[in-house]
Every structure is written in structure tokens, then in C-alpha cells.
């Protein structure tokens, strides 16, 4: 078998999401128990229609199913007449019928004293165990004989032979007791199909709304998961197979919630309640026959592990499909301008064909098996047919013909719930494939999380200490550091600079701060508490951050600026744009702050969204502020008004600034220079000017650019 422990596992840890909705679990159940019934109980009417109304005959031993009915019906008080046969073996060469009715494939003869003229073909040996076997035989009468035999149901056979044997066959089923029956089939059919439909309904909706709720809650962990996930997981992962993941893979097990209860519940169900029918009627027969049934599933089951694989496979690639979607809609621009548009089609052909190549062998495994079973089942259908009739025939099992049929009614319904938990089977582990790369993501550690003794801070008194940091992007133990052994303090108040050449560290050490990422070694501590010990969110909410990439959600210029401090009055919303010397161009806005910006605010020019995103920074008013090259998309002249606002901002804050721009920082109360991941200098601007290193060579660079431009801006003096 190809299910092991820990796809069993998976399923398993599916299923729980359905435990919240036990209630409506219990439901599903009964309505397929219902369905189930309904379904056996038409399969169990055949033969009312076959030995009540097709044939019926004289009496002697009953059939069971028609045992059955005269039973039930004596408990619901209703008087049946119900037809029976006899069986017994007589070597004769004569019969003699007396008051009974035959029904001749020609011919119903109804019999006083009646001698049968000829038997064709000649018997010697007549079985009577079927009435229809008589009937077989071809007993012919004189017509004068016919004549006289009208009007007397009810009599007396005699068959003469080797001694005599009389058998009474007491009242048989007239014609008006056999329009009973056909109706009674009728309306109990009728019933069964209303009884069929509405339990149908209940049980697909509330099967289907149950799936749903599974995926939506799963779905809903695995966002809270990514949610909990540090910076540095989205920095290896691929977005789009997140995406994916999301959505396709979580599509999957939704197909699994749907199929399990359905086809591991209510087909099963089906099933055993039909089994029980079959082998209740012709119990030898169903034995027989039950265990090649269930042997028929093992080929199925066999091809169900290349369909995990290739499920998964599938999935896989579609991942890199939409990874591939996604890099379009953010990249389009450079697409466009670097003319790739044909490159980027043909890579998207490519993978798509990946795709598919990994579908069709998945979808190969799984028709495979089904095709199969297709084949195996209605050769043993025609075999249980052919098997079925030879015992019947040879008398090795003694079966009434309303029972056979009941049996062979069983065997061909069986056969669609059986199909469907083969199929089931496959999908199973197609889904499986997606359970477990949905689980990956949720069982996904944070590499940063709070540790069981942090504690919540609320503000910040002194400042925070850095001591002997390092720090690597690589996990795996290679020490390529980006920061090595970076130790100060920064107190209240105070405007600490950071400045140095492109990559030299200066991003990664203010990412450090709200623990974007973990540092290597050495501390980081906020009023003398290592911030491994402070909670993520009081740590955060100390901290407000404008990013080197400015980000804004594709929502109004209202929702993004309250972003992080819901509460915001308008009044607030307002003040903090006008700090940043956004209100203008926003109150210019179609619907002022109503205004949808597009993703990643698209719809504002560079300046602005930065603007925006300091606005958003003033708004969440922390002790903690960073500025990652927070003014470097503004002219000359707005950064300084900017600037300026930001000053008055400052003040009782602790605000870290990074810029390359050296006016902007002229005004730091320490400035930090980084070189390779080290503090190389640090100092005021007139220390470090006077010291005559690395800034002042930065410095002096800046100043004679500025001065050859001929530009106004003259670099801080
Ligand atoms: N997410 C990341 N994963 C791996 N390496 C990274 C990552 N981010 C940055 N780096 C590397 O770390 C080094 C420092 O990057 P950082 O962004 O801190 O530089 P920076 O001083 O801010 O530069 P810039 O002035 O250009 O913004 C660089 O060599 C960069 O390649
Ligand atoms: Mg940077």
C-alpha cells in the first residue's frame, strides 16, 4: 500500500480542521447514513417488481426478499397476499394442474381438472423450485381443456410419475393483486427518489460548506504563520510560490475535505448498506463475490504513490508559474524597457510546459488505475453474471429469482461508490502532495519569535546600547560578515548618522533594531534589556521606520497612513501629512485622502510616496525613529522643509538617519561612519571634518561635486 504513516499523518492533520465543525460533521454523517438507506432500499424493491409483479405464481417456499415484505408489511398492519413458489424434485411423466394459474409466454391458462396434452420439449425431470421453470417447460393444454378452466383461481397440482406427490398451492396473486404490487413499487420508488433528492441537497451542501471552512481556516494559520515569519524567511522564498501555495495547494486539500467526506464516508456507508442487502437476499452468492470486489481496489491503490509524486510535482511547477506571473506585474517596467517582453513569453511557455509535462504523468498514474478498475469490474460483473446464473442453474445454490435479481441490482450500484473511493484514493494523494507543502509553511519555525520569559516595554527611557554586534545574512555558519563588532550607544534625544559607502552596512544595522533580523553575536538593548527579551510587538510599537524603498498598500491615503495607529483622529491624519509636507498634494487628490494610490502607491511620483511614508512615520509617533534615506527622493528645497519638520520631530526621540546626501545629516548630534560592516569614525561633523579620515574625504568629494553643478545647495558648513 502506498499510504505510509506520514501521509496518514497529513490527512489526519486536515481532517482536525474540520473538529471545530463536529456538529456539522454529525450531520454530513446521518444525511449520508439516510442517503445510503434510501439507496439499498431501492436496490432491495427489485423484487417486489420481479416475484410480485412480473411472475407471480403459486405458493410454497418464499423467496426471502418477499419474506422480508410479508413481515414488514404484517407489522405495518397491511394484508399482502404475497406470491410464492415451491421447490421440489419429482421424476413424472405426467402432470396434472387442477384450479391453479400458469402464465404461458403465450398463454395464461387458469386450470379446473386439466390434463396437460404435451410437454415440449419432452421432460423427464422437472424442476418446480422456479415457477418459471414450469413455465420453461412448455406445458400445453387441449384448448377444451382451457375452455373449461376459466374463472377458478386456486386449486391443487398433481404430478404422477414414479408415486405421487400433491402439492397445495393455496391462493395465488390475481391480477388486481399484482397492480397493487406495481403500485406499492411505484409509490415506494417515488418516495425513495424525493427521500434521495433532499437528503442529496443537505448532505452535498453541507459536505461542500465544510470543505470550505476547513480550507478558509487552514488558509487562514498559514497566513498567520507567514504573518509570524522573520524578514529573512521572505528573503529566501519565492513570493509567487507562497502565493501558490496559498491558493493552489491550499485548492488541493479543499478537493481532499470534499472527497474524503464524501467518498470515505458516504460511499463507504453506501456500500456496506448495500453489501448488507445482497447478502441478505443471497447470502452465498455475496460471499463469493464480496472478496474479488474489494480485490479489485488493490490495482488502484498501487498507482496511487506516482500520483502523489507527480502531484506534488505539479504543484510544484504551477508554483513557478505564478512566481513567474507575479515577477511580470512587479517587473513590467524593465520588461518594457529592456524590450524582454518575447524573452519573458518564451520563459513562461517554458515553465508552463514544465507544467503540464509534470500534470499529464500525475494525471497518467491516476486514469491508469481507474481505468483499470473499470476494466476489472464489469469483467467480473459479466463473470458474476455467468458465475451467478451457473450455480443457480446447477442448483449448487438454491436462490428464488426476486432474490437473484435484488443480487445482481446490488453488485451493479455498488460498483459507482466503489469507483468513487478508487478514485478518492488517487486524489488523496494528489491532495497529500499539497497538505504537505501547505504544512511546511506552517510548521515553518519563526526564526525570531518571543521568548517564553520577554516582557512588554512601554517607551523607551535612556536609549539603546549596541555591543559587539555581528552579523551575517547566511545561516549556514559561513562568517561573511556584514557587520563585524559594532559597539555604541545612543542615548534619548539624540540624532545618530549613519553614513558610508553603498553596502557598507548601513540598512542591516537599523533592520537590527526592530529585529528585522537576529544578530549574530554581541547585544542589542533598549534600556538595558537585550531586545531578545522584549516582546516583538511592544518592541515594534516603540519603533516608527521610514524604509530605503518606500511602501505604501494599494488603499487609500487615508488607510495608509493610519497604518499602524488605527485610532488616528482625521485631524491627526492631517497634521502628520502637513509635517511631511504631503497635505497639499493630497487635499489636490480626486477624493483628497480618500484616494486610492494603486499598488505599492503607483500612483504618486517617487517624492511623494516618500513623503507618505514619513507622514505615516510622524503618525505613529514612537521614541524610535529610523530614516533610511527617508528625504532622498525630494528636490533640494522640500527635503529642507522636510527636514525641517522632522527637526521639531526629533527632539525627544531618538532617530536614527541614514543618508548619503551629507546636508542632510549636518545637523546629527553624533555621526557614524561604516566601512565594510565596521565603525570606522564616529563623531560630530566638526570632529570628524577635523579628524581628516573617511568623512571628510566623503565630505570634501560632495562639496566639489556640488560646487561644479554651480547648485545653490551648499554642503553643511
Ligand atoms: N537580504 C539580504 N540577504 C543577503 N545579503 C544581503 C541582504 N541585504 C543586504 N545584503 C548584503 O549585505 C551588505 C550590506 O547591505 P546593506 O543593505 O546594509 O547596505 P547599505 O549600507 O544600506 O547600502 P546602501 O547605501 O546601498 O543602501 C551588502 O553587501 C548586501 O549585498
Ligand atoms: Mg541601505
Known amino acids: 500500500m502506498s499510504l505510509r504513516q506520514k501521509d496518514l499523518a497529513t490527512a489526519w492533520r486536515i481532517l482536525s480542521y474540520g473538529f471545530p465543525y463536529w456538529r456539522r460533521i454529525l450531520a454530513v454523517l446521518l444525511l449520508f447514513s439516510i442517503y445510503g438507506a434510501a439507496q439499498s432500499l431501492r436496490v432491495a424493491l427489485i423484487p417486489i417488481l420481479v416475484d410480485g409483479v412480473l411472475i407471480p405464481g403459486g405458493t410454497g417456499e418464499k423467496s426471502r426478499a418477499l419474506g422480508l415484505y410479508e413481515q414488514v408489511a404484517s407489522w405495518l398492519g397491511v394484508s399482502t397476499v404475497v406470491p410464492r413458489t415451491y421447490r421440489q424434485e419429482f421424476p413424472f411423466d405426467e402432470i396434472e394442474l387442477s384450479g391453479t394459474r400458469i402464465d404461458g409466454p403465450d398463454h395464461a391458462l387458469i386450470l379446473t381438472d386439466g390434463r396437460i396434452e404435451r410437454i415440449v420439449p419432452p421432460a423427464h425431470q422437472l424442476w418446480v423450485g422456479m415457477f418459471q421453470e414450469l413455465r420453461f417447460a412448455r406445458i400445453r393444454f387441449s384448448p377444451e381443456v382451457a375452455a373449461r378452466a376459466e374463472g377458478r383461481p ?52 453541507l459536505n461542500r460548506s465544510l470543505a470550505f471552512f476547513i480550507t478558509v481556516d487552514l488558509r487562514r494559520d498559514v497566513f498567520a504563520s507567514l504573518t509570524r515569519q522573520s524578514v529573512g524567511f521572505f528573503d529566501r522564498q519565492r513570493s509567487g510560490d507562497l502565493i501558490s501555495r496559498l491558493t493552489n495547494d491550499v485548492g488541493a486539500v479543499q478537493l481532499f ?33 464480496l472478496p474479488i470486489m474489494f480485490l479489485l481496489v488493490l490495482p ?17 511547477k ?45 494525471v497518467k498514474a491516476k486514469v491508469t488505475g481507474v481505468a483499470l478498475l473499470e476494466f476489472l469490474y464489469n469483467l467480473v460483473i459479466a463473470l458474476a453474471v455467468a458465475g451467478g446464473g451457473y450455480l443457480v442453474l446447477s442448483r449448487l445454490v438454491a436462490i428464488q429469482l426476486g432474490d437473484f435479481a435484488a443480487f445482481m441490482a446490488a453488485m451493479a450500484t455498488v460498483y459507482r461508490p466503489l469507483k468513487a473511493v478508487t478514485r478518492a484514493l488517487n486524489t488523496l494523494q494528489e491532495s497529500l502532495g499539497g497538505g504537505d507543502r501547505v504544512f511546511q509553511i506552517l510548521d515553518a519555525r519563526p526564526e525570531i519569535a518571543d521568548a517564553p520569559d520577554a516582557i512588554d516595554i512601554y517607551g523607551v527611557r535612556d536609549g539603546i546600547v549596541f555591543d559587539g554586534l555581528h552579523f551575517s545574512y547566511r545561516s549556514d555558519g559561513d562568517e561573511r560578515w556584514v557587520l563585524q563588532d559594532v559597539s555604541f550607544e ?64 494599494n488603499t487609500s491615503v487615508r488607510e495608509n497612513l493610519r497604518y499602524g495607529r488605527e485610532d488616528a483622529t482625521p485631524e491627526a491624519i492631517e497634521d502628520a501629512a502637513r509635517l511631511a509636507f504631503i497635505h497639499d498634494v493630497v487635499a489636490a487628490l480626486p477624493e483628497g485622502y480618500d484616494t486610492e494610490i494603486g499598488e505599492r502607491g503607483v500612483m504618486l511620483s517617487g517624492g511623494e510616496r516618500q513623503r507618505l511614508t514619513i507622514a505615516r512615520a510622524i503618525l505613529k509617533d514612537a521614541p524610535i525613529l529610523i530614516l533610511d534615506e527617508a528625504t532622498s527622493a525630494l528636490d533640494a528645497n522640500s527635503e529642507r522643509l522636510v527636514q525641517g519638520a522632522l527637526e521639531n520631530l526629533m527632539r525627544n526621540r531618538l532617530t536614527f538617519v541614514i543618508a548619503h546626501r551629507l546636508s542632510t545629516i549636518s545637523r546629527a548630534t553624533r555621526i557614524m561612519v561604516l566601512e565594510s560592516g565596521r565603525i570606522v569614525e564616529q563623531g560630530t561633523h566638526e570632529v570628524l571634518l577635523a579628524a581628516n579620515g573617511v568623512y571628510a574625504t566623503l565630505h570634501r568629494m560632495q562639496s566639489q561635486q556640488l560646487a561644479g553643478q554651480g547648485e545653490g545647495q551648499r554642503a553643511p558648513a
Open 257 to 289: 475535505t470534499t472527497m474524503f467526506f464524501s467518498s470515505f464516508l458516504e460511499e463507504p456507508i453506501a456500500i456496506i448498506l448495500i453489501v448488507a442487502v445482497a447478502l441478505y437476499f443471497a447470502p452465498t452468492l455475496t460471499l463469493i463475490a
Open 490 to 553: 545612543a542615548r534619548m534625544g539624540e540624532t545618530i548618522a549613519i553614513v558610508g559607502p553603498s553596502g557598507a552596512g548601513k540598512t542591516t544595522l537599523v533592520d537590527l533594531i526592530p529585529r528585522f533580523y537576529e544578530c549574530r553575536r554581541g547585544v542589542i538593548s533598549i534600556d538595558g534589556i537585550d531586545v531578545r527579551r522584549i516582546t516583538q510587538r511592544s518592541l515594534l510599537r516603540q519603533i516608527a521606520i521610514v524604509g530605503q524603498e518606500p511602501f505604501l498598500f
Open 318 to 362: 504551477l508554483g513557478i508559474v505564478t512566481e513567474a506571473i507575479h515577477q511580470l506585474f512587479s517587473g513590467i517596467r524593465i520588461v518594457k524597457a529592456f524590450d524582454m517582453e518575447g524573452h519573458e513569453r518564451e520563459a513562461f511557455d517554458r515553465k508552463n510546459r514544465h507544467y503540464i509535462r509534470e500534470s499529464l504523468k500525475m
Open 154 to 205: 386456486g386449486g391443487r397440482i398433481v404430478i404422477r410419475g414414479g408415486g405421487t406427490a400433491t402439492c397445495s398451492l393455496g391462493e395465488s396473486a390475481d391480477d388486481s393483486k399484482r397492480r397493487e404490487y406495481l403500485i406499492a413499487f411505484a409509490i415506494i420508488g417515488a418516495i425513495l427518489s424525493v427521500v434521495l433528492g433532499i437528503t442529496d441537497y443537505f448532505k452535498e451542501y
Open 300 to 316: 488502484v491503490v498501487r498507482s496511487g504513490k506516482r500520483v502523489k509524486k507527480h502531484g506534488r510535482g505539479s504543484l510544484e
